[in-house]
């Protein structure tokens, strides 16, 4: 009985052994005849297709919301010739090119120069597509269709403020705040003009005393900048000038004729200004200051003056003749920037009468810092 028992224990296990192989093998089958089939992992990825220079001008006219009138584009035998107009009060150059390389950038292509021109209404790029090797040349420009019925901005700036807290100051104080004040440093009322001229809602800029050519027998003032110092000593006079004004957003040279001249000096200076964020105004005191032009390059807010309203002398039929001359500066420019200065109540009077006849004419009083203000597209 007990043999019997046994027998039969052994003859379940060898069954259970035949029915386990017999599963490893069929299994094992399955997977090389190709039955058993596994899910294909699927990869979801985003297909981007290779983009052309033209596809990415497109994707910047789109941002930027510029109209079909003002896009042209011709097939030359060299290269093909983008022309983008935009309104000039809208936006700043500077911004569009900045659009137009960072759509550039995402497709690889190349920008082989670029190049301002025409007293910075207008901007030239030219591109190589990495794909076909196709030239582009792209040319950025404030197009005068916006122009129509619209006023000229005009900014005034007062030079030379900070020697006197008396009631000239108050009558200058008085006026449109739309005037700028331009403020020396280092004098005895430097900084309380600058309360002053902001409690008024005047905007102010720091008049950076420069080393003009006929220096020594003109003097720029106390610790001004001359062409002769150290880059540090540059720098520590800037930082000087800027701690004592907080509350100016802008700056421009008083004399200079000599450093605006010089680029190697106007750069240290201009990277001082735009560490800072201020904007910079070429007083052009020199028909050779490249102040203006290295700004534009170094992307700082900047303007030229086009205008000393007060030289060589103030009557009613040079008034007329300034408002002429301006009147011919409309034809090429959207914004224009007038200088004069605050050392005696002729010039204020002088002054008001100027501004009473420009309120009658085509033009519009603003600060300088409205220069900059432009209408950025908006890429939420």
Do not use: W
């Not at 900048?225 to 008083?254: T, W």
Request: hydrophobic share 40%; glycine share 4%; with cysteine.
């Amino acid at each position: 009985m007990r043999r019997n028992l046994e027998g039969l224990e052994n003859f379940i296990y060898l069954v259970l052994f035949i029915i386990f192989v017999f599963i490893i093998v069929y299994f094992n089958y399955q997977k090389l005849s190709g039955f058993e089939q596994k899910p294909e992992r699927i990869n979801i990825t985003e297909i981007t297709q290779s983009k052309t220079v033209m596809d990415a001008i497109n994707e910047a006219i789109n941002l930027l919301k510029i109209p079909q009138e003002e896009i042209k584009i011709t097939n030359g035998e060299s290269a093909v010739y983008v022309q983008l107009g935009v309104d000039g009060d809208r936006i700043d150059l500077n911004f569009v090119n900045a659009i137009v390389t960072s759509q550039l950038d995402k497709i690889g292509a190349d920008v082989l120069s670029g190049e301002v021109r025409y007293q910075g209404n207008q901007q030239r790029l030219k591109i190589r597509d990495p794909e076909d090797n196709q030239t582009y040349v792209v040319t950025l420009h404030y197009s005068k269709n916006y122009k129509v019925n619209k006023k000229t901005k005009l900014a005034i700036v007062v030079d030379d403020f900070g020697a006197r807290n008396n009631q000239l100051l108050e009558n200058f104080c008085a006026l449109d705040p739309a005037v700028n004040f331009a403020i020396l440093p280092d004098l005895k009322y430097s900084k309380l003009v600058m309360e002053k001229a902001t409690e008024t809602g005047h905007e102010t800029l720091i008049h950076i005393p420069m080393e003009p050519i006929s220096y020594p027998h003109n003097d720029p003032g106390p610790n001004a900048i001359y062409v002769h110092l150290s880059e540090n000593e540059i720098r520590k006079r800037m930082e000087r000038f800027i701690d004592q004004f907080p509350l100016c957003v802008g700056a421009n040279n008083h004399m200079g004729s000599l450093v605006t001249s010089d680029r190697k000096i106007m750069k240290i200076v201009l990277s001082v200004i735009k560490e800072h964020n201020l904007y910079f105004v070429d007083s052009k005191t020199s028909q050779t200051s490249i102040a203006y032009d290295l700004a534009q390059k170094m992307m700082i807010p900047t303007t030229e003056n086009k205008l000393f309203l007060d030289t060589p002398n103030m009557d009613v039929v040079k008034i007329q003749s300034k408002l002429k001359y301006l009147e011919h500066l409309q034809k090429k420019y959207d914004k224009i920037l007038v200088i004069t200065h605050c050392a005696d109540e002729r010039r204020l009077e002088f002054l008001n009468q100027f501004i009473k006849e420009i309120r009658s004419r085509n033009f519009e009083l603003v600060p300088v810092s409205d220069f900059f203000k432009n209408e950025l597209p908006d890429f939420s």
